[in-house]
């Protein structure tokens, strides 16, 4: 069991998947109870300003787990646009984060082990799997003990890295487009659903293409990890993308990070804060 940030935003009320809807990138409304999706955020020109985990206990409670981000800031920005809604947005303080791979660890915890989209009932432990790596799981709630460990969080964040599954933190707020990190890979955005801040964006992207960015697997040796928003650059000194998330790989003595690259770049030698032994390990979507 693994401590991990804790950053959970609970909306609650009759009006609260209408509000979400209205805001949210996915199509909030085909969420069933005791389920969950991805989603995101954007700005009107289409940028991420957070992306989670969106879980829907009952019928009128949403919970997002962010990745990446400050559910304070979320909730005060969201705030500005619930008007006469009926809706409570609610920094949720007293409850932790633990990541498992364990399946016999998460049914002693949660009285079951969801797998695919589904989550837990409603109890003291919300649990999911995650559903991009199954053999994972994320829990949230207040009835265990993790252990708050930086070397296993490290390993979690290599996993996450490595099936693809980016944060989006301060440094890369209003941003990215979502398809820059993946994010419609992971089925987040929804293109046919009404309204939605950055709808027209997404829209033209899906149906007219134009999109010169992807997420990209990197490798390089080296003693740091460089932070979010760290540019990636080509033999020539220019950017040809930006770090994502990273983290250092034991096993191979190295670093391996998520990246937004530009597509017509990644053919030639990169290098990352000096570093020349940039290699492309994948690319996701």
């Known amino acids: 069991m693994i401590s991990l940030p804790t950053q959970v935003l609970e909306l609650t009320g009759p009006d609260a998947l209408t509000f979400a809807q209205a805001q949210f990138c996915n199509d909030v409304r085909g969420l069933a109870d005791a389920n969950w999706q991805w989603s995101a955020w954007l700005n009107p020109q289409g940028r991420v300003r957070a992306f989670f985990h969106l879980l829907r206990p009952d019928a009128q409670t949403l ?16 705030a500005r646009f619930v008007f006469r809604a009926k809706v409570r947005l609610r920094v949720v303080d007293d409850s932790r ?31 999911l799997s995650l559903a991009d790596d199954p053999s994972r799981w994320l829990l949230f709630g207040a009835s265990h003990a993790p252990t708050a460990n930086a070397d296993a969080r490290e390993r979690w964040r290599l996993a996450d890295i490595r099936a693809g599954l980016p944060e989006i933190g301060d440094e890369l707020r209003d941003q990215m487009l979502p398809q820059w990190i993946g994010l419609d890979r992971l089925g987040a955005v929804n293109v046919r659903k009404g309204c939605y801040p950055g709808q027209e964006i997404m829209a ?29 650059r080509n033999a020539g000194g220019n950017e040809a993308g930006t770090i994502v998330v990273a983290a250092r790989d034991p096993g191979t003595n190295g670093v391996e990070a998520l990246a937004s ?12 804060e000096g570093q020349a032994s940039v290699e492309i390990t994948c690319q996701f979507g």
């Open 261 to 272: 690259m530009v597509d017509s770049t990644t053919a030639g030698k990169l290098q990352v």
């Open 97 to 127: 984060l633990t990541g498992s791979a364990s399946a016999d660890e998460v049914g002693a915890i949660a009285g079951a082990i969801p797998h695919d989209y589904a989550c837990t009932p409603p109890g003291p432990v919300h649990a």
């Open 204 to 232: 033209r992207l899906h149906f007219k293409g134009g999109n010169k960015r992807s997420l990209y697997g990197l490798w390089f040796p080296g003693e740091s990890t460089p932070i979010a928003g760290t540019v990636v």
């Open 63 to 78: 919970l997002l787990i962010l990745r990446g981000g400050d559910a304070q800031w979320l909730c005060a920005e969201l």
